[in-house]
């Protein structure tokens, strides 16, 4: 992840040199191929119904000539494609690195850059090697572990108390925070809130995100004020669902454009939902918390937690009103990834 996200090549286990368009710094490199998601080699018209239906997988694309970074930074970012309209012509080649070419674009989405890649270029630098099996060690949530915690009054209420998180394989720390008095007699009110920057720090009016944080603290204080209960907010680093704050923001630059949030996502090569509910359950594990009443509009959060081992007892409805902003933003939200909205 650092040397992708320091724009130096990385040298695949048993396969090619990849070299990250978006930050590449070797500015004379130059390759006959290029490594794309099939969402965005969609919009480039290079693939068939069945890799259509699989929008993170992996394409391998050759041109009519060697791509340099000038020519391959607007073929990996949609967002560019108003600018540089004109593209191709195109050809997809068999893919002989399949396994490790979709290791190389989960890597590229952890790091928060563009899923794109010059294939064994010229003049690409010295390469880090990476063994496309080690990304499974950041799927390994045993090796999350609590860190430091603190009390934290807060707005919503005095008695918090927050709990920090942290990983040897993930630079992104998640903390909790708690309400109320923790007791095994009462099952607590949960909510898993993904990190958004424009929303909880800025205000965004494009998403919900801010609302749904205050609304959340606000009814985990009252439950501890008026029922004797307590709840656990968990705040994950996941800005983005899981694609980082940059892409986020080229979403929304797409959106702009007219396509919802979903489509947005894939036209960059990126899940529409990628992120990582087990963590969520092991940082339950570690604070003791083995039943939740889960505050979500979600059904497959649910389910993502259920299948991580977490016994949710209740679903308890978070809507809140909409307002012209992100009017769009809620119905994509119930109609395309099965919300429970009004």
């Known amino acids: 992840m650092d040397a992708l996200r320091h724009g130096w090549p990385i040298a695949l286990a048993a396969g090619p040199v990849l070299l990250p368009v978006e930050t590449a710094v070797a500015s004379q490199a130059k390759a006959g191929r290029m490594l794309v998601s099939s969402a965005r080699a969609a919009t480039l018209k290079l693939t068939n119904q069945r890799a259509a239906a699989e929008p993170n997988a992996p394409v391998l694309i050759?041109?009519?000539?060697?791509?340099?970074?000038?020519?391959?930074?607007?073929?990996?970012?949609?967002?560019?494609d108003l600018a540089a309209p004109l593209k191709g012509p195109f050809v997809a080649e068999t893919l002989d690195f399949e396994e490790a070419a979709i290791a190389a674009l989960e890597l590229a989405r952890i790091a928060g850059i563009l899923p794109a890649f010059l294939v064994d270029s010229s003049d690409a630098g010295e390469a880090q090697p990476f063994d496309p099996a080690d990304i499974a060690h950041l799927a390994d949530r045993d090796r999350l572990v609590i860190v430091t915690r603190a009390k934290l009054p807060v707005t919503a209420s005095a008695d918090a108390q927050i709990i920090a998180f942290r990983s040897a394989d993930d630079l992104r720390e998640h903390v909790a925070l708690?309400?109320?008095?923790?007791?095994?007699?009462?099952?607590?009110?949960?909510?898993?809130?993904?990190?958004?920057?424009?929303?909880?720090?800025?205000?965004?009016?494009?998403?919900?995100?801010?609302p749904q944080l205050d609304a959340a603290l606000a009814q985990m204080a009252q439950e501890a004020a008026d029922n004797g209960?307590?709840?656990?907010?968990?705040?994950?680093?996941?800005?983005?669902?899981?694609?980082?704050?940059?892409?986020?923001?080229?979403?929304?630059?797409?959106?702009?454009?007219?396509?919802?949030?979903?489509?947005?996502?894939?036209?960059?090569?990126?899940?529409?939902?990628?992120r990582d509910f087990g963590t969520a359950a092991r940082m339950l594990e570690l604070l003791g918390v083995p039943a939740i009443r889960l505050l979500t509009n979600n059904p497959?959060?649910?389910?993502?937690?259920?299948?991580?081992?977490?016994?949710?007892?209740?679903?308890?409805?978070?809507?809140?009103?909409?307002?012209?902003?992100?009017?769009?933003?809620?119905?994509?939200k119930r109609d395309r990834s099965g919300h429970l909205l009004e």
């Open 62 to 80: 050759r041109g009519a000539e060697a791509f340099d970074l000038r020519a391959a930074l607007p073929i990996a970012d949609p967002a560019l």
């Open 178 to 210: 708690v309400m109320g008095q923790q007791s095994g007699d009462r099952v607590p009110l949960v909510r898993l809130h993904s990190e958004c920057l424009t929303g909880d720090a800025l205000g965004s009016l494009k998403c919900d995100c801010g």
């Open 300 to 332: 497959r959060k649910v389910d993502a937690l259920i299948e991580a081992g977490v016994t949710t007892v209740e679903r308890v409805p978070h809507q809140l009103p909409d307002n012209p902003h992100n009017t769009r933003y809620l119905a994509t």
């Open 229 to 274: 209960g307590w709840g656990v907010l968990l705040y994950m680093r996941q800005e983005g669902r899981g694609i980082g704050l940059v892409n986020k923001l080229r979403a929304y630059r797409l959106q702009d454009e007219g396509f919802d949030t979903v489509d947005a996502n894939q036209r960059l090569g990126l899940p529409d939902e990628s």
